[in-house]
């Protein structure tokens, strides 16, 4: 059983490792899923609407802590940090994560849970299932604590959790080091909206009690349909919300035609006016050089024209679903450059190009 302890021990610790990393990588994804928790609890919990409500704020200073907490845990465990602390804490956090992913299957709430951050989308029940194994090995450890040699290593740890939140403030200050999101540098938005081959279809039916299936679509009409299901789920579209629109009508297809540098809003509180000279300076400069700077925001449509104008912003505006807008960009504003359709650029405001550099990417 020793061995199985140790085995459990490098398993967790590389799991954990690999989760917080990748969520550190994108710190505000991991916001926007506990503020989604945050106000499921506010709704489904009346009594405690108060309270959760006053938690969505805090949401980044949870997710920094919670994703530097997994990497700098599973560190500790794998150099034998204070191996007792260390195993109590890790059953703290997984057991507040295997509630939070159970929450999701069962009650179908926040479908992803954010778990590997955009690199790997679990459904509920998987998450729920990787947390279960994950506290199976961990009540392992905890039960052979004891077992574990306490090893001088503090400044290894000391050094993970200065480098941890390091990655998390460089994302928060800039952009993610490594774009997992589907609106990245280099990916085709049009392509992501279509299927990558024709979906297949099982459909499921009902015959005498019995339950028949079929790849094609039966003619026979005392069949009962029970569902569908598609076959080759990896072929769907990357990207099924993306919609462009104002009050005259959409204006999705108009995106992908020609060079687009979009200012992204995603709402006007808790906006980086600071950051609007500089990209005010850029819009104007790309203008007369063929590039169409465009406003992509969700907020109201008197506020946003006034906003413009104080800042003046003299660039068309069009609607996107919130949601789209904080997958497009995590800094607010952002900026984000296409061509044809294609993601030749995006900027945090605090990197604001230069118009020869948004010139010279879409040549």
């Known amino acids: 059983m020793k061995i199985l302890a140790q085995i459990a021990r490098v398993i967790v610790g590389l799991l954990f490792i690999f989760s917080g990393l990748i969520k550190l990588n994108d710190p505000v994804g991991t916001q926007y899923k506990l503020e989604e928790y945050f106000e499921v609890f506010a709704t489904d919990l009346p009594q405690f609407h108060d309270f959760f409500m006053a938690l969505v704020p805090l949401a980044l200073y949870f997710s920094v802590f919670l994703c530097t907490a997994e990497v700098v845990l599973g560190i500790a465990l794998l150099v034998g940090y204070k191996p007792r602390t260390v195993a109590w804490s890790?059953?703290?956090?997984i057991t507040f994560f295997t509630f939070l992913t159970f929450y999701s299957a069962y009650f179908n709430k926040v479908t992803d849970c954010g778990c590997f951050g955009a690199a790997i989308k679990l459904t509920p029940w998987t998450s729920f299932g990787k947390d279960i194994f994950l506290l199976a090995l961990i009540l392992i450890i905890v039960f052979y604590r004891k077992k574990f040699k306490a090893l001088p290593t503090g400044i290894i740890v000391v050094i993970s959790t200065v480098a941890s939140l390091g990655i998390a403030v460089y994302a928060l200050r800039h952009l993610p080091i490594l774009d997992l999101l589907p609106y990245r540098v280099g990916a085709s938005i049009p392509a992501q909206l279509k299927p990558s081959e024709p979906l297949r279809y099982l459909y499921i039916f009902d015959k005498g009690g019995k339950e028949v299936e079929f790849e094609k679509y039966p003619s026979d009409t005392t069949l009962v349909?029970?569902?569908m299901v598609v076959l080759n789920e990896d072929a769907k579209p990357k990207i099924t919300d993306y919609k462009v629109w104002n009050d005259a009508g959409d204006?999705?297809?108009?995106?992908?035609k020609g060079k687009k540098l979009f200012l992204i809003i995603k709402n006007l509180t808790d906006i980086n006016t600071a950051a609007l000279p500089d990209i005010n300076k850029l819009i104007n400069s790309v203008k007369s050089k063929g590039v169409e700077p465009i406003v992509l925001t969700s907020g109201n449509s008197n506020e946003i024209v006034n906003f413009l104008s104080a800042h003046q912003l003299n660039a068309p505006y069009y609607y996107v679903d919130a949601t789209v807008l904080k997958t497009?960009?995590?800094?607010?504003?952002?900026?984000?450059?296409?061509?044809d359709g294609v993601v030749k650029g995006k900027w945090h405001y605090n990197d604001t190009p230069e118009a020869a550099e948004v010139i010279e990417l879409v040549k």
């Open 90 to 93: 890790l059953l703290l956090i």
């Open 225 to 227: 349909f029970k569902e």
């Open 251 to 256: 204006y999705t297809e108009e995106t992908f």
């Open 328 to 339: 497009i960009s995590r800094s607010n504003p952002g900026l984000w450059l296409l061509k």
